[in-house]
């Protein structure tokens, strides 16, 4: 006679081979009172099963104090259906994407634990920045090129200088000074320079074809297509050399992001099994679709009411909404002096964006016959390579303290401010670069 299998660890969790709210065997019940006590999905299945999706519901929204912000869900998409005002769209649904994007890393996090190493790192790599892309993917529906382009470049400096700013600052002021992988900043610092690169390209290019017979449009869209193919491909080239060739040199970050799930798990006492994890990612993802749609559709109306620039809308307001439950967390572990964890969720996050989802999306323009290219303006460029090179420069040496973080924060906080006041119909004509040019053509 076949043996019961229990759909549960010790402690009454289930475990990696529990169905999606339970182990359900394919065994006919057997009718003695003991199996039926043990397994009483068998006997009682219209109980069982809703006690179960109501157990690993509310733990799924315990999980997080953010999660409180829950109920601003159902007030944004009320407000974007009936046609409240403009403003009160936006604020309600910025506010609603909020726990949505914590729902979404904890639903990723439970479902990358069982996939192993490697497709875990791939999952997290790919969801790590899921709310910007879907905002992305919805603005870029709507031809809104400007603030898909302000809100990639918003989430990268949001995450090397306001984030990574907060936990040199946070972590300085408690500790001395705090060491972390130097080997593995100078990696992803390369990276970013890469990056960074990939933009003042674009620049340059227009800028010499300003006077030019040349059809500027269509080298700018060839150029842009073939850098984010070759970015795509140092990106995957990364994964491969973070979790497979090169993972001892990330081995002290895993240590401390598995103690600190750990403590999470422990903290939040619920497990989800692949398929409840997977169900929880698919209805935030539409929630996430549906609030972004009315946030994107506002923001016209926000900037004709209040004067402010769709790019600063894009590069400062945007990012906050995707990062803010990994700002918390980076800022958390710094100041339990786990830099190399604090590094890795700001600068990853950024390698995320630069080198994975803003290819991406060039891609997909490409896709969708939208100019969304790599020519961001200049002065958005600029803005980019002088924060990329202050980063760069503090952590080059392995070490940071509070100092640092004032640094970071204070570009963070003058680069708003040009943005708040740079208007949206200014002219990108290359004059920078080419004013650089002419400097050094006449210095020789």
């Known amino acids: 006679m076949p043996r019961f299998n229990s759909s549960a660890d010790g402690n009454g969790y289930p475990t990696e081979h529990t169905g999606l709210l339970g182990n359900v065997s394919d065994e006919q019940p057997s009718?003695?009172?003991?199996?039926r006590a043990l397994h009483p999905h068998r006997s009682r299945p219209w109980v069982y099963y809703p006690s179960q999706a109501a157990r690993l519901t509310y733990g799924t929204l315990v999980s997080n104090y953010i999660n409180l912000l829950l109920v601003f869900v159902p007030l944004g998409m009320v407000s974007g259906k009936v046609g409240?005002?403009?403003?009160?769209?936006?604020?309600?649904?910025?506010?609603?994407?909020?726990?949505?994007?914590?729902?979404?890393?904890?639903?990723?996090?439970?479902?990358?634990?069982?996939?192993?190493?490697?497709?875990?790192?791939?999952?997290?790599?790919?969801?790590?920045?899921?709310?910007?892309?879907?905002?992305?993917?919805i603005a870029l529906k709507d031809n809104e090129i400007r603030v898909v382009q302000a809100s990639m470049l918003g989430s990268i400096l949001s995450n090397i200088l306001l984030v990574l700013g907060c936990c040199f600052l946070i972590g300085g002021l408690r500790h001395h000074e705090q060491t972390f992988n130097s080997t593995v900043a100078s990696t992803m610092s390369s990276l970013m320079a890469v990056a960074s690169a990939s933009l003042i390209i674009p620049a340059t290019l227009y800028a010499a074809l300003t006077?030019?017979?040349?059809?500027?449009?269509?080298?700018?869209?060839?150029?842009?297509?073939?850098?984010?193919v070759i970015l795509l491909i140092l990106y995957i080239t990364f994964l491969y050399f973070q979790l497979r060739t090169?993972?001892?040199?990330?081995?002290?970050?895993?240590?401390?992001?598995?103690?600190?799930?750990?403590?999470?798990?422990?903290?939040?006492?619920?497990?989800?099994?692949?398929?409840?994890?997977?169900?929880?990612?698919?209805?935030?993802?539409?929630?996430?679709?549906?609030?972004?749609?009315?946030?994107?559709?506002?923001?016209?109306?926000?900037?004709?009411?209040?004067?402010?620039?769709?790019?600063?809308?894009?590069?400062?307001?945007?990012p906050i909404v995707g990062n803010a439950a990994?700002?918390?967390?980076?800022?958390?572990?710094a100041y339990k002096n786990k830099m190399d964890l604090a590094i890795g969720v700001a600068v990853?996050?950024?390698?995320?964006?630069?080198?994975?989802?803003?290819?991406?999306?060039?891609?997909?323009?490409?896709?969708?016959?939208?100019?969304?290219?790599?020519h961001f303006h200049t002065f958005e460029t600029v803005a980019f390579f002088l924060s990329q090179l202050v980063v760069t420069l503090l952590i080059q040496d392995g070490k940071s303290n509070y100092l640092e973080g004032a640094m970071c924060l204070g570009l963070y906080v003058i680069i708003g401010l040009a943005f708040y006041v740079y208007p949206d119909d200014a002219q990108d004509i290359g004059g920078f670069i080419s004013s650089i040019t002419g400097m050094t053509t006449g210095s020789s």
């Open 326 to 333: 990994e700002h918390v967390t980076a800022i958390v572990v």
């Open 31 to 35: 009718g003695n009172f003991l199996s």
């Open 211 to 228: 006077n030019s017979k040349a059809d500027s449009r269509g080298n700018i869209l060839i150029l842009s297509h073939g850098t984010a």
């Open 84 to 137: 409240w005002s403009a403003t009160t769209t936006f604020v309600l649904n910025f506010l609603a994407i909020i726990p949505l994007a914590s729902l979404m890393g904890f639903a990723t996090e439970e479902l990358s634990r069982d996939l192993g190493e490697t497709l875990g790192g791939l999952l997290n790599a790919t969801f790590g920045n899921a709310v910007e892309l879907i905002v992305s993917i």
């Open 348 to 374: 990853g996050s950024s390698l995320q964006i630069a080198l994975f989802v803003t290819p991406f999306m060039v891609i997909l323009g490409w896709i969708m016959d939208k100019d969304m290219t790599l």
């Open 246 to 318: 090169h993972s001892d040199l990330f081995e002290a970050e895993s240590e401390d992001s598995d103690a600190e799930n750990g403590n999470a798990r422990r903290r939040r006492r619920i497990k989800l099994t692949p398929w409840a994890a997977s169900i929880v990612l698919l209805i935030v993802t539409i929630l996430v679709a549906i609030c972004a749609e009315f946030l994107v559709g506002s923001i016209d109306s926000i900037v004709e009411a209040t004067n402010i620039s769709k790019t600063f809308i894009g590069l400062i307001l945007i």
